[in-house]
């Protein structure tokens, strides 16, 4: 057996081994698509997320984000009135992941058991990305300290 013919053959092989997986590596790395988000300095997100309110949150949520009268006191079904989401009311108060998935999911999503919420899941209607801009909407319409204070839910879910 001729050792050096074998140990050259044993790095070729090793060499080939190591920049197929750099190869591998480099290609994950460039079709690893960035966490979504709602961003409300994103124009065309926010003028797409303005288009899927109007359409879609409006009628409840108020075209304004002004929500409906009383929404603080109980319908006698239970559940409350559409809450504004301008800085009046409590939208600002949760992360973007925890909004997303009310939106999607429906207001049942993070409800208490028994709770009978009237938002309606939109995961049939709207696409993550129309979500999100609908989200980078709201946001673009807070004061920068309600935005500040958004910011942190959102650190602190990270």
Not at 30 to 55: F, H, I, K, R
Request: hydrophobic residues 40%; neutral net charge; contains cysteine.
């Amino acid at each position: 057996m001729d050792w050096n013919r074998w140990l050259c053959s044993l790095f070729i092989v090793l060499g080939g081994m190591i920049l197929g997986l750099a190869v591998v590596a480099s290609l994950q790395a460039q079709t690893t698509t960035p966490a979504p988000q709602a961003d409300p300095d994103n124009a065309e997100q926010v003028a797409l997320g303005q288009q899927v309110y109007v359409s879609f949150c409006a009628g409840c949520h108020g075209v304004n984000l002004e929500g409906q009268p009383n929404w603080r006191q109980r319908l006698t079904m239970g559940n409350f009135p559409a809450p504004p989401h301008d800085e009046t009311g409590h939208t600002w108060h949760h992360a973007d992941q925890w909004l997303f998935e009310v939106v999607k999911y429906g207001g049942k999503y993070h409800a208490p058991p028994r709770y009978r919420s009237a938002m309606p899941a939109y995961q049939e209607m709207l696409s993550d990305a129309e979500i999100w801009a609908v989200l980078a909407f709201i946001k673009s319409r807070w004061p920068a300290a309600i935005r500040t204070q958004q910011a942190q839910q959102n650190a602190g879910n990270r």
